[in-house]
């Protein structure tokens, strides 16, 4: 029998530091308030279900159509038997909606980025990734043949002297639109003048931008007015479209390589046709509805007001993901859990999802939160921080 002990030792260890996580069961629909497995309800601030589109009966309904038409399972990989109608409408629309001729879905946005990032960049190539990007897109540029450097984008002088050095055949610059942990938003126009004046391919991850930001939805890059010039998008649809899967939207040839040689798209069986299906739906409603963006918009802009006026610290964001930093893991475990007892369910951030000592609550509006949402999270979080 083998024997374990080495990693109770290990959880142990984390349980010291403040570092152990668990899964709390929520037992209702995503909503701005939920049912927990405990029988409790708790004003919802950390889920990425923005515009509240996880429980929209025509999500559901779509989804179930889908079922009934086309069964449960895909039961095959993509390229075996398991593309179905469902995941062809969904690849058109969002290549559409994107204004990219070509796009691929995948199981998750972990999957559009290990898919695209070990098939693209290539021996002999550099990839510039922000210090901070997602670790689906860490993982990824570690994984492939190429060359990285990470810079911060605070310091854009530090890319472009990357970006001069001459010796590679191509350059690869990848970031997130909005920063997942720090609701900061990337400098596009500077990464796109950049690009242009190096040569270099432009990725952007729009996970936490796709829906929320852009007179059409389709993202920061489209707010700022450059997604054109972008050269790949990648979209997972499991945050404001509330289905799941993600998109690499871009030019024809990068797709037919991906479906010829991405081991994340091969090897893995096709995403259940009623999520597709869902995830048309919900592109239609975003696009339908920018009313909820704007709803979105004005509880982040009032939620930043009303935390920076009671001295927090909420870093350099700008949009509806807003961090309440803290600092040690273990207060901001704490500050997590007498939020719960008060009602409020925000999850505390710890090492390694942010860097040593940035422990926070990363906080995230949805359209649906109501004033007294916010200012009732607002007041027990300054009792809770001033007990
Ligand atoms: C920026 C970013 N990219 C990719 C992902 C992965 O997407 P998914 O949850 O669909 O795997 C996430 C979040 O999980 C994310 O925040």
């Known amino acids: ?40 309800e708790k004003v919802l601030f950390c889920s990425n279900n923005y515009l509240n589109l996880a429980g929209d009966r025509r999500i559901v309904e779509a989804a179930c159509r889908a ?30 909606f994107l204004g990219k001729a070509a796009a691929l879905y995948l199981p998750s946005g972990w999957a559009a980025n290990q898919a695209l990032l070990t098939a693209l960049p290539q021996k002999g190539d550099l990839v510039l990734m922000d210090r901070y990007d997602h670790a689906s897109i860490i993982d990824a540029v570690r994984a492939c043949p190429a060359e990285f ?30 920063f997942s942990m720090d609701g900061d938003s990337a400098d596009l126009e500077l990464l796109v003048d950049l690009k242009r004046r190096y040569g270099a391919i432009l ?4 996970a936490h931008g796709l829906g929320c930001l852009g007179a059409g939805g389709a993202g920061l890059c489209q707010e700022q007015g450059i997604l054109d010039h972008v050269d790949l ?35 893995t069986t096709a ?44 870093g350099q ?14 207060t901001a475990l704490a500050v997590s859990s007498a939020l719960y007892e008060a009602g409020y369910y925000a999850a505390a951030i710890r090492p390694p999802t942010v860097p040593p000592n940035t422990a926070r609550l990363r906080i995230s509006v949805q359209a649906d939160h109501s004033r007294d949402h916010l200012d009732g999270f607002c007041k027990a979080l300054g009792k809770v921080l001033n007990s």
Do not use: W
């Not at 990725?203 to 729009?206: N, R, T």
């Not at 299906?277 to 982040?300: K, T, W």
């Open 67 to 96: 079922m009934r038409d086309y069964g449960f399972g895909s039961a095959a990989a993509r390229l075996i038997s398991g593309t179905m109608r469902p995941h062809c409408e969904l690849e058109q629309a969002m290549a559409d």
């Open 317 to 330: 964001s700008t949009t509806h993901v807003i961090p309440v930093l803290l600092g040690a893991s273990e």
């Open 149 to 178: 450097r990470t810079y911060r984008r605070d310091r854009p002088q530090r890319l472009e002297y990357y970006l001069a050095q001459g010796h590679y055949r191509r350059r690869f610059i990848v970031t997130e639109s909005v």
């Open 203 to 206: 990725i952007v991850d729009e």
């Open 1 to 40: 029998m083998t024997d374990f002990a080495y990693l109770a030792d290990e959880l142990d260890r984390l349980r010291d530091g403040h570092l152990l996580r668990r899964c709390l069961c929520v037992d209702s629909p995503q909503g701005p308030v939920v049912r927990l497995a405990d029988g409790s």
């Open 233 to 267: 998008v990648v979209a997972p649809l499991g945050k404001a479209l509330a289905a799941g899967g993600g998109i690499v939207a871009g030019p024809q040839v990068v797709i037919d390589y991906l479906i010829n040689t991405a081991r994340p798209f091969i090897f």
């Open 271 to 314: 995403p259940p046709p009623g999520i597709a299906a869902g995830a048309v739906e919900a592109l239609s409603i975003i696009q339908a509805e920018p009313q909820r963006r704007q709803r979105l918009q004005d509880n982040a802009a009032y939620l930043r007001e009303q935390l920076t006026g009671m001295g927090l610290d909420i």
